[in-house]
């Protein structure tokens, strides 16, 4: 199966993301569906069934991520993917160190995954063959994390599908 870890933004967030794409790019050839929003963490690639096993008892025992804010506030393009994206100017440090953790438990449970520079990003559609010009209204989007989830991706006739494998909770985090 092939599988990588993301963080999900509530439905409501979804739903805003969407009406602002629409409003500030209206005509993508491909774009991504708000069902299918999250945000990369680590992307694991094909793994067994043994192999998952390992990494879920690993992050049962090792998870102690405080839950987190952030906000998308910056939109990207990729050229080579042909990607448009939004992201977050200033990565949080529990997202950070949750990065870290990920890659750490895929180590320890033989998953060999290629280690690049961790860029936050949610992708907004695929196939735009050049970079849209600035949009007249900025993203930013603010909102809670307050789990991990392992997503399963699956082709369909329909295109791809995230399935939710699992999900880990954070440590709740207050504030006065």
């Not at 805003?16 to 069902?35: D, N």
């Not at 690639?45 to 804010?69: A, C, H, M, R, V």
């Not at 994206?85 to 949750?98: A, E, F, M, R, S």
């Not at 180590?107 to 990003?121: A, E, F, L, P, T």
């Amino acid at each position: 199966m092939r599988v990588f870890f993301a963080l999900t933004p509530p439905p409501p967030t979804k739903l805003a993301i969407e009406a602002w794409r629409e409003k500030a790019f209206p005509h993508f050839i491909s774009p991504v569906k708000a069902s299918n929003f999250h945000i990369t963490l680590a992307f694991l690639g094909q793994i067994s069934e043994p192999q998952l096993d390992t990494l879920s008892q690993y992050l049962d025992s090792q998870l102690n991520i405080k839950s987190f804010s952030l906000t998308l506030d910056y939109l990207g393009y990729w050229s080579k993917p042909k990607a448009l994206w939004i992201g977050n100017t200033h990565v949080p440090k529990p997202q950070l160190d949750l990065v870290e953790l990920l890659y750490k438990a895929a180590q320890n449970s033989g998953i060999s995954v290629q280690k690049r520079d961790y860029i936050s990003h949610l992708t907004l559609a695929r196939k735009c063959h050049e970079n849209p010009p600035a949009p007249l209204l900025e993203p930013s989007f603010t909102f809670k994390n307050s789990e991990v989830t392992l997503y399963q991706s699956v082709s369909t006739d329909h295109g791809v599908m995230y399935r939710p494998l699992a999900e880990w909770t954070f440590v709740p985090s207050f504030s006065f």
